[in-house]
């Protein structure tokens, strides 16, 4: 999946080389049975995505952990586009973190791709002692061959934004990134671009609060976060501390642009449905803008008295042109086109349900347009883009005591994966109705399937030097 030429590591060249990649042939996503009522361990599956394939559209692997209840949430990568210079690594071990019981597996995907493998397992008091972090979320690997994963909690389940930094060799537990006592409130997401020296992390919230699900109290308690922390990439310390305030509550998903000499980026923040654009001043420190807002829909019967679109996931095509993201209680996904960083102008949208307010807290949906006539349940979320910009795939669950909470159907019905064109030249989406991958029907019952992976990297995983 590499570039061709010769003496080059994993991944490609420049986000504009990637672009020209391969067609994605199997995904890998993980599947979570936690909160469902069915006592089996959460897995891995491949799904065959190459419509020349007899098995297109289907689960063809399944990869069980040897633990229940960890709540299998991101992944990420041993190496990627970001170890393009060092011909001696390869891409070959997929990380998997488990947000919940804090163990992180370590899968060989690069013997048998079709049939991952775990290689290894980092037990939770590796990260307990060695670095008093809890609830590891994001992983991504360096340039300097190590693998830095954040974390959300402390050991007993209180806010704690830390990372942890494993050997890229061993995947052992080297200890925390950042400086002892450096620590930010919460953590979630990070990214970051060593060409301005920084890294910039995000924070959902403290872990014992969002467990069994959301309780909007919690945030008036400071139980979650608002802030985009910003980080010397080479020192390690902590620069600036940007609080978005009550409009950029619950920053989730961070993206800089991909070229790697661009300082600014955009922030989906969930609560109350904004995207913030952030970028390096004419100073040298770091400032946010709001330049995206969703407007929340007056409802009834819900557990507010208006129901935020609760942006969730939100990613950038390999060429910096458009922005997409998830409206995971309304029931859309938006393409934005970024060309004008300070004005994104919406360019395409498609409707999965139309959303009213159903008992307390749950939503009743109805679905617009069903691909292969089934109703689905929950709502789309996380997103992944493929190389060429061409196709969006979709799955509908969050996280699993969230889902619980809001689509009840969905933990009895399973989640499911769907797949968007794109429209590239002008914008615009619409849903494959050819395509639709069920994890309702899956052998030990139904699951739910959460974040997208291709075995070559993409616009989520890989970062450019």
């Known amino acids: 999946f590499s570039a061709s030429c010769s003496g080059c590591g994993p991944g490609y060249r420049s986000p504009l080389d990637a672009m020209k990649g391969p067609r994605e042939e199997i995904l890998y ?84 791709p079709r049939a991952p493998k775990i290689h290894k397992m980092v037990e939770p008091i590796e990260l307990y002692w060695k670095c008093g972090l809890a609830n590891p979320h994001t992983s991504h690997c360096l340039g300097s061959g190590q693998i830095m994963i954040s974390c959300m909690g402390d050991p007993s389940g209180n806010g704690k934004g830390g990372f942890v930094l494993l050997d890229g060799e061993t995947f052992e537990v080297i200890g925390n990134w950042e400086h002892q006592g450096e620590a930010v409130p919460f953590g979630y997401d990070f990214w970051y671009q060593p060409r301005h020296n920084v890294m910039i992390s995000t924070e959902w919230g403290a872990p014992k609060a969002l467990v069994n699900g959301f309780n909007p109290a919690h945030v008036q308690e400071g139980l979650y976060g608002s802030a985009l922390n910003i980080w010397d990439w080479t020192t390690h310390k902590k620069l600036q501390r940007l609080d978005l305030g009550e409009e950029g509550a619950i920053p989730l998903e961070v993206r800089f642009l991909h070229d790697p000499s661009a300082a600014e980026g955009y922030v989906g923040c969930a609560l109350n449905s904004t995207v913030f654009r952030f970028y390096k001043t004419a100073e040298g420190d770091w400032a946010a803008e709001k330049v995206i807002s969703i407007p929340s829909k007056k409802v009834e019967g819900w557990m507010l008295p208006e129901m935020p679109s609760l942006i969730t996931d939100i990613l950038i095509s390999l060429d910096d042109r458009y922005l997409y993201f998830s409206n995971w209680l309304h029931g859309d996904i938006r393409q934005y086109d970024i060309t004008d960083r300070r004005n994104p102008r919406l360019v395409g949208q498609v409707w999965f349900y139309h959303t009213s ?78 395509f639709l991958v069920d994890f309702g029907k899956e052998p030990d019952g139904p699951v739910l399937a959460h974040e997208l992976r291709y075995p070559g990297g993409d616009c989520t995983s890989d970062i450019w030097l």
């Open 29 to 112: 996503l993980p599947c979570i049975y936690r909160n469902t009522g069915i006592l089996k361990p959460d897995y891995l599956a491949t799904v065959d995505v190459d419509p020349k394939s007899p098995t297109y559209c289907q689960v063809i692997h399944r990869l069980p952990m040897p633990n229940l209840r960890d709540e299998l949430h991101h992944s990420g990568w041993n190496a990627c586009s970001s170890c393009f210079d060092d011909a001696s690594k390869k891409r070959n071990f997929l990380i998997l973190p488990s947000l919940i019981s804090s163990r992180i597996y370590v899968v060989d995907v690069g013997t048998n």
């Open 357 to 434: 307010g159903g008992s307390s807290q749950l939503l009743s949906v109805s679905h617009l347009c069903p691909p292969q006539g089934k109703r689905i349940p929950g709502s789309p979320q996380m997103l992944q883009l493929s190389l060429d910009g061409r196709r969006l795939y979709v799955t509908t669950s969050l996280y699993s005591g969230w889902d619980k909470q809001f689509y009840p159907d969905m933990i009895r019905e399973g989640s499911v994966m769907m797949q968007i064109d794109v429209d590239t030249v002008d914008g615009g989406l619409t849903l494959n109705e050819d």
